[in-house]
């Protein structure tokens, strides 16, 4: 049996806030806009990697902040090309580094907080 990730799934408290940090800030494509369990969402593609987005519903609580990960969920890891460049820009888009670039083993990182508080790594492969 082979396994193979086909999407994450990520609930949201704003889903137009959430489209535009992953097209603009990201570079994702919107696939098409639709309902998840009768819930306002959200199917994005980056670069090959889909990203479901909705809305949280009544019953349900979005958790924020750096000390409120929710179980099995910590952070969302992205290759970039430049981490600098890609520090540069999006701290110029008001985005906070809790880790400014910096060398980790084979990789140079970085980690940021999109909308919700959802942590977000940038890593680009040294050498």
Known sequence: MTYRLHHIHL????L??????????????????KKFS????????????IIN????????R???????????YHHIGLTVDDVERAYQELSAKGYVF?????????NKIAF?????NI???LLQPIG
């Open 11 to 14: 609930i949201i408290s704003d």
């Open 16 to 33: 137009e806030k959430s489209i535009t940090f992953f097209t603009e800030s990201l570079g994702a494509g919107l696939v098409e806009r």
């Open 38 to 49: 009768g819930v306002a969402g959200a199917t994005l593609d980056l670069n090959g990697a």
């Open 53 to 60: 987005l909705r809305i949280a519903r009544d019953d349900e």
């Open 62 to 72: 979005v958790m924020t902040g750096a000390t409120a990960s929710p179980y099995g």
């Open 98 to 106: 809790s880790i400014p670039p910096r060398e980790a083993g084979e």
């Open 112 to 116: 940021f907080s999109g909308p919700d």
């Open 119 to 121: 942590i977000i790594e």
